[in-house]
């Protein structure tokens, strides 16, 4: 069996499933681009019929990557395939990841279907996407709770309709280890298109029950040579099966003798990156990317480390990424530290008006502070948004204390026009709120307020998101600041913006 593994990312289209992590075209074409340099063989560039936003950043990024094959995701509906070519239209490698439901559960309560009717479907779609592409990937819906015996049948249909993948997903993360493994083992065992060389088996395991990444591993031990995956872990529910772990697993391993084309020195940024634009923190213990992942804190570890890093650490720091930070940024750093720090974190900014701008902000954020942070370098990375936002904070100011009612007034810049108002309230932030709501005057609801924990010291960026209710839909805000009222301002103000241009 051939022992190239293929890499399917689907980060932008799985992961960016995700409430509150979508990223505008813009930011699609920068993680393609981190995709394209990681070396990934695959990217899921979206789901075009579900919304212009989707189908227009499939065209882009299919413009913006060279290498990578662009996949679009459609139903078993031909109007999903038709609007999927359309958006494929400039890719150099394209493919069509179609498919249907394949468990009893999907057949019966989804598609209120039978079994030959399903097969019927599949099988129609893979032969209708062939006529524009040669590249199909047919996936079966739910194939973890799928019976082997009819999923082998719908993917010997599949394959002899022209499919030259065949995505066997564990939808809703229940299989365990050896049971996906056997799945994919079985498979291989009674469909002959695979034993043939006709189409390859692929993974794609959500990480319900926190077995995404062990059931992805017994998947290509049993056979399959394409993993789906994303950047993270990010994904619907508990999220997929995460990139950088599947690429460790196989560096670290290297007797299993599989290779990827992943260039596991661009993980980190790649991860950073993706954080950063999507407003998702990374767990600390997180595998390979999170921020502990190689920190030795007990007293025997540290004891051995600085001995023989083997002795504690089975992957090298710099082997996906980590430098050890030796240039620190400060008030007297220069733009070429700046601009050095970025490209560790995967951002690139070309244009010299950008890098002034941003170097400017970096200024007056290391003048309140000691040390300037990876993550505070993404946040400035990613404030040009902010910068383009009609409703931006103009000024405030609080006062809170012990045994005294907070105060707060605030100024509004509204599309150029200055607003102010007052307000007391049972905090600083509920007082700086309530007097934001005194000026914007709509029913909105603060459903859900986290507070990033402030990571190195009291002068450090506190990062805010929000969760705000409005005319029966929710929206995603994120803001960051060394003052943490101001912080939880600005994401409020971010989802005001964001309803405003709904
Ligand atoms: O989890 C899943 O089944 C999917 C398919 C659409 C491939 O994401
Ligand atoms: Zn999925």
């Not at 695979?194 to 029950?209: E, Q």
């Not at 008030?331 to 701008?357: P, Q």
């Amino acid at each position: 069996m051939d022992n190239r593994l293929f890499v399917f990312d689907t980060t932008l289209r799985d992961g960016e499933q995700v409430p509150g992590c979508q990223l505008n075209t813009i930011e699609k074409i920068q993680v393609a681009k981190a995709l394209e340099q990681l070396g990934v063989d695959v990217i899921e560039a979206g789901f075009p019929i579900s919304s212009p936003g989707d189908f227009n950043s499939v065209i882009e990024i299919s413009k913006a990557v060279t290498w990578p094959i662009v996949c679009a995701l459609t139903r078993a509906v031909q109007s999903d395939i038709d609007v999927a070519v359309e958006s494929l239209k400039f890719a150099k490698h394209k493919r069509i990841h179609t498919g249907i439901g394949t468990s009893d559960e999907h057949i019966r309560f989804k598609f209120n279907s039978t079994r030959e009717e399903i097969l019927e479907r599949a099988v129609a779609a893979v032969k209708y996407a062939r006529k524009f592409v040669e590249d199909v990937e047919f996936y079966a819906e739910d194939a973890g709770r799928t019976d082997n015996e009819y999923l082998a049948r719908v993917i010997d249909a599949a394959i002899k309709a022209g499919a030259t993948v065949c995505n066997i997903p564990d939808t809703t993360g229940y299989c365990l280890p050896d049971e996906y493994g056997a799945k994919i083992r079985y498979l291989m065992e009674h469909v002959d298109g695979l034993s043939t060389g006709k189409a390859i088996l692929s993974t794609h395991c959500h990480n319900d029950l926190g077995m995404a990444t062990a059931n992805t591993f017994s998947g290509v031990m049993n056979g399959a040579r394409q993993v789906e995956v994303t950047i993270n872990g990010i994904g619907e529910r508990a999220g997929n099966a995460s990139l950088e772990e599947i690429a460790m697993i196989m560096k670290c391993h290297k007797y299993l003798d599989i290779e990827t084309n992943i260039n596991t020195s661009h993980i980190y940024p790649t991860s950073r990156m993706v954080s950063s634009l999507m407003n998702m923190p990374v767990q600390p213990n997180k595998a390979v990317v999170g921020r502990n992942a190689f920190a030795h804190s007990s007293g025997i570890h540290q004891d051995g480390v600085l001995k023989n890093a083997h002795t504690y650490e089975i992957m090298n720091p710099k082997d996906v990424g980590i430098d050890d930070n030796s240039i620190v940024l400060t008030a007297r750093s220069g733009r070429a530290a700046l601009r050095y720090r970025l490209n560790v974190l995967g951002v690139n900014i070309d244009d010299d008006e950008k890098m002034d701008g941003l170097y400017q902000k970096f200024l007056k954020l290391a003048d309140s502070k000691k040390e300037v942070s990876d993550a505070d370098v993404l946040m400035l990375a990613g404030s040009d948004a902010t910068d383009a936002q009609t409703v931006k904070l103009d000024f405030l100011q609080v006062t809170s204390g012990l045994g005294v009612r907070s105060v707060a007034s605030l100024g509004l810049d509204i599309s150029g026009q200055k607003f102010e108002a007052a307000s007391t309230g049972n905090g600083p932030v509920d007082a700086a709120i309530k007097a934001l709501k005194k000026i914007i005057m709509k029913k909105m609801t603060l459903k859900e307020f986290t507070i990033q924990a402030i990571s190195k010291g009291s002068d450090d960026v506190g990062k805010v998101h929000m969760q705000v209710e409005y005319d029966g839909s929710m929206y995603y805000g994120f803001g960051a600041d060394t003052d943490i009222v101001t912080a939880s301002v600005k994401a409020y103000i971010d989802c005001i913006n964001k309803f405003r241009k709904n």
